[in-house]
């Protein structure tokens, strides 16, 4: 189920971006959303560059959305979650008509990372996200 919130949020993203009434708030930190949200955001690789940061709702409570640029995938979406349960998963794939998710969970919080692209890489790129939280 977070893994379709995860896609909501990367259209809603996206739609952002586009419109000029709505900034994007590229600086963010990561210790006042862990205080907030409870939820603790995976270090990125040096080459991304985090364009949005928002605090959005979900069925599971407040989530965080993170739209970043990369050159491998173009715009991806990191959505992390409390999904209410307890459990470590490794990144899996999940694939879809228009975009691609890896998601993943570590304890408390999982994670989704969504772009458009070979699933594949995808994955690689979400197991670096998950080591970092190790």
Same mark, same amino acid.
């Given at each position: 189920a977070?893994v379709?919130?995860?896609?909501r949020?990367h259209?809603?993203s996206?739609?952002? /971006? %586009?419109?000029v009434?709505? +900034? =994007?708030? !590229?600086?963010?930190?990561? *210790?006042?959303?862990r205080? /907030? %949200?409870g939820?603790?955001? +995976? =270090?990125l !690789?040096a080459e991304w560059? *985090?364009?949005?940061v928002q605090v959005f709702p979900?069925?599971f409570g407040p989530?965080?959305e ?27 794939i999940a694939g ?5 998710a890896a998601?993943f ?12 692209g070979?699933?594949r ?13 190790y």
């Open positions: 977070y379709e919130d995860a896609r949020a259209v809603t996206a739609l952002r /971006a %586009t419109m009434s709505q +900034p =994007e708030v !590229p600086d963010y930190d990561p *210790v006042e959303l205080a /907030a %949200t939820i603790v955001m +995976p =270090e !690789p560059v *985090v364009r949005d979900s069925r989530s965080v993170m739209a970043i640029a990369t050159e491998t995938f173009g715009l991806v979406s990191l959505f992390a979650v409390r999904p209410g349960t307890f459990d470590v998963v490794r990144p899996t879809g008509s228009d975009t691609s998601f969970q570590i304890g408390e919080v999982a994670y989704a990372l969504v772009a458009s070979d699933a890489k995808l994955d690689g790129a979400a197991e670096r996200l998950a080591n970092t939280l």
